[in-house]
């Protein structure tokens, strides 16, 4: 390959702020900044630095995501790097995996520790970003890893990272699958292939994702819930402007007894996605009995979300719904991650 042209897209966060007067921390940074503070990529690709906003990330939306997307779809790049805040970059660099369908490295990065304290690590991770792009393994494997995620000298399958500190430096992990390749000198070292047949099977069912916003809530059960919420979703005609809900369940899908005819009945007026509330990893299907069993849900018409993570279970299911899928279609997207 000729020398290296990647597009890096800043949109905001901890990597991208300055100090005020008062010495707080305020976003301000855009990507020329951020690009200028790393003198060594000059060296390893020409950059293309476009900024797109300059927000925190636990204020961007969906339509601000899929708009990144359009950009990438797109750039005349090698490679794209978006840089962002930390808080839900989970998130969208998961829709972004939905979205995204060039054979190009898409790599998300961020920073935990702003510009102004000591070992900020925005830059070395921009720098990282840039390797893993030209990096030939990466490029001769881009398809089957899609979206990654580099942050602290590791390349996480976006799907699988999570934001697991709200402050360490060592923020994110992808506690079932471990990263997919590390950062040693100034070189990738492959660890793994992340499994995609799931994502396929989504990426394939939303070929043509367009359409407004349909919220979708994120009930998260917890010891003794009495079900208040739900019950103000099914009392309300407009289900209070949801149009999906994820519940993150208990164990292997389970949620308090009580509340079980509850979740058969907001199925039956919402398409209802079980998450683990453990932080993703499979669910069970025929293990327990009972009224508030995984067999009682599954029967009551809960959509199973297999082993994804709730947060990015709630993401796949408002992409669903963005791209018209009916029930049955969303369940056998659903059914594919186990
Ligand atoms: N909450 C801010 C954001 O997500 C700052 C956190 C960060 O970037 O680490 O953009």
Not at 99 to 118: F, Q, S
Request: hydrophobic fraction near 50%; charge should be negative.
């Amino acid at each position: 390959m000729s020398r290296l042209r990647v597009h890096v897209l800043a949109l905001g966060g901890t990597i991208a702020t300055r100090p005020d007067a008062g010495g707080v921390m305020q976003m301000g940074a855009g990507a020329d900044d951020l690009v200028a503070a790393v003198p060594l990529l000059k060296e390893l690709a020409d950059i293309e630095a476009e900024t797109v906003s300059r927000v925190g990330s636990h204020s961007l939306s969906f339509d601000d995501i899929h708009a990144v997307a359009g950009k990438i779809a797109a750039t005349a790049a090698d490679a794209v790097i978006v840089t962002q805040g930390t808080d839900t970059l989970e998130e969208t660099g998961f829709l972004l995996d939905l979205l995204v369908k060039r054979d190009i490295p898409v790599i998300v990065t961020a920073a935990m520790r702003n510009p102004a304290l000591t070992s900020a690590d925005g830059p070395g991770n921009l720098l990282a970003a840039v390797r893993v792009a030209g990096d030939p393994w990466i490029r001769r494997h881009t398809r089957s890893l899609g979206v990654m995620a580099v942050m602290l000298d590791e390349v996480h399958a976006v799907a699988d990272v999570i934001k697991a500190h709200p402050t360490r430096i060592d923020a994110f992990a992808s506690p079932q699958t471990g990263p997919i390749a590390a950062l040693v000198e100034d070189r990738v070292v492959p660890l793994g292939l992340p499994v995609r047949d799931a994502i396929e099977v989504a990426r394939q069912a939303l070929d043509k994702v367009s359409g407004e916003a349909r919220p979708v809530a994120l009930l998260w059960m917890g010891l003794d819930e009495p079900g208040g919420l739900i019950e103000a979703i099914l009392a309300a005609p407009d289900r209070l402007g949801y149009r999906g809900v994820v519940v993150a369940a208990m164990g292997g899908g389970h949620v308090p007894e009580r509340l079980a005819p509850l979740a058969g009945r907001l199925a039956a007026a919402l398409p209802t996605v079980v998450a683990a509330r453990a932080g993703g990893g499979p669910l069970l299907r025929h293990t327990y009995g009972g009224a508030s069993s995984e067999i009682a849900l599954l029967e009551a018409g809960l959509i199973w979300g297999g082993r994804l993570h709730p947060l990015k279970a709630r993401v796949l299911l408002e992409t669903c719904l963005r791209a018209g899928l009916d029930r049955a279609a969303i369940a056998r997207v659903f059914a594919a991650w186990g």
